[in-house]
């Protein structure tokens, strides 16, 4: 963007002090950290002040839209709408239909998806969905890889790279979109799958505990400048 559009872009937005502000709004989209009772309370309370005819979207990662429509008062008018990171570059977004969501929801929430730009695909409300449940533990496993010192940080994602033609290795691709953040998807995974080939790496864990959360907090698996420059494995 040059300047000019993002001023303009930027003259669109309007912060809103409660969600009370929102009650006119026809179509919401939440994009909280991925807690599930902190969605949970966001859907109770947005479902309370939003008008009956307006949609209320979620772009979580990996939590039940079922549990969220439920929490939401307003069930068939509940759906996922989940934006790939980084949104500005990623063409693609699941769309992700809960139990009870209308088909009126769901066809309005592609159309939507599709005047920003978007691809989208549906996906069944099944934890992960279908990106995360192919990725989260191809990163969960280059964790194990590093934590058993099978190689470095450099040389797992150097691998994956060029080895399988990935744009970026799944431990920097980790650290981009926060650990805190892939930890937590995993966790989702390994409680409502029971299949522990989604347990979170220990070294995951580790970092997290650190507050080493990756490129956001200057410390992952890499060391980052103020820019966001990787400047050290």
Not at 101 to 127: H, N, W
Not at 187 to 197: A, I, N, P, S, T
Request: net charge negative; hydrophobic share 40%; with cysteine.
């Amino acid at each position: 963007l040059d300047g000019e559009q993002r001023d303009a872009i930027v003259s669109r937005l309007r912060p809103a002090g409660s969600h009370a502000a929102l009650a006119d709004r026809e179509f919401v989209i939440e994009a909280a950290p991925e807690q599930e009772a902190l969605k949970l309370d966001l859907f109770e309370q947005l479902g309370a002040v939003l008008g009956p005819d307006a949609i209320l979207a979620s772009n979580t990662s990996s939590i039940s839209i079922t549990k969220l429509a439920a929490a939401s008062g307003r069930p068939d008018r509940v759906v996922g709408m989940h934006f790939m990171n980084p949104v500005p570059l990623m063409k693609l977004v699941e769309i992700v239909r809960g139990l009870p969501t209308s088909d009126a929801t769901y066809k309005t929430t592609v159309g939507l998806a599709q005047r920003f730009g978007k691809t989208t695909i549906g996906a069944r409300d099944i934890p992960g969905f279908i990106v995360n449940r192919v990725l989260i533990p191809l990163l969960n496993e280059a964790c194990y890889a590093l934590y058993e010192g099978l190689g470095s940080a450099s040389d797992i994602d150097t691998g994956v790279k060029l080895g399988l033609n990935h744009p970026m290795g799944p431990l920097e691709l980790a650290d981009l979109i926060g650990l805190d953040t892939v930890l937590a998807i995993a966790g989702v995974l390994h409680h409502e799958l029971g299949d522990d080939k989604y347990r979170p790496c220990p070294l995951l864990r580790q970092h997290v505990a650190a507050g080493w959360l990756g490129k956001k907090t200057g410390r992952g698996f890499y060391q980052y400048d103020a820019t966001g420059n990787k400047v050290a494995p």
